[in-house]
């Protein structure tokens, strides 16, 4: 039990475009997904909290219009990297709790999805 | 500022040796610490975690870590490695009602055979 996906696995786009990546709890309600961002040899950087049904909360530094969040399930979360440049080339990660349970207070990782924009 | 700090960023080891990782955090009040590892090519999976209680917690494939609070650290141990056990670790803390996890650099640990 616990797990959750993340497609794509690998997405390569063109500068300028956006890239939709889906995070997905496969045998658990989510109530709260986050997203997270990893840069090689790097640890994995919080970007923003996603309640199921709430706008999503972003950590200091991450720009909101360009990483949209939407949770608009107990089972589904996308971030959107709206027009993409180069520098948004990385590893992103989701994770899920789940709140409906005692392990509510762990969180279970997606296997991330390696954006490279070219 | 909040933070947390693992102290070695690459570790290499024989098999059957010991192995002691460190952690320490930044964070005032009630924290839930966390061990995760990332074998290479796989996705996060939760090592071990203390919340409250015993501060020697035991965790999965013979991983023990051990909370002292006057230190503020959360040491992972593991008394024999093995190679399987080349991976990453990080520790992460969680310190809100959110379940927010703030994680350390990561510390990347090479078992030899």
């Known amino acids: 039990g616990a797990v959750v996906s993340q497609h794509p696995s690998r997405v390569i786009c063109k500068s300028g475009t956006s890239v939709k990546i889906e995070c997905r709890s496969l045998d658990f309600q989510a109530t709260t997904m986050f997203w997270y961002r990893q840069f090689p040899k790097k640890s994995l950087m919080l970007m923003a909290t996603?309640?199921?049904?709430?706008?999503?909360?972003?950590e200091q530094g991450v720009e909101k219009d360009k990483f949209l969040i939407n949770h608009a399930s107990l089972t589904l979360s996308t971030l959107t990297v709206t027009s993409a440049h180069p520098e948004d080339s990385s590893f992103y990660i989701c994770?899920?709790?789940?709140?409906?349970?005692?392990?509510?207070?762990?969180?279970?990782f997606g296997p991330g999805t390696r954006l490279t924009v070219l | 500022a909040q933070s947390v700090s693992q102290h070695n960023h690459h570790v290499i080891l024989s098999e059957a040796a010991s192995l002691e990782l460190g952690c320490n955090y930044s964070?005032?009040?009630?924290?839930?610490l966390f061990w995760y590892v990332q074998y290479p090519g796989q996705h996060l999976q939760l090592l071990l975690k203390y919340f409250s209680g015993d501060p020697l917690v035991k965790g999965i494939k013979g991983f023990e870590a051990e909370f002292i609070k006057s230190k503020f650290s959360f040491n992972l141990r593991k008394p024999s490695v093995q190679w399987s056990d080349t991976a990453e670790y990080f520790c992460a803390v969680n310190a809100d009602s959110w379940g927010k996890l703030q994680f350390g650099a990561g510390t990347q640990v090479v078992v030899t055979p």
């Open positions: 996603s309640n199921e049904g709430s706008k999503a909360t972003y």
């Open positions: 964070y005032g009040g009630t924290v839930n």
């Open positions: 994770s899920a709790r789940d709140g409906g349970s005692p392990r509510g207070d762990e969180q279970f």
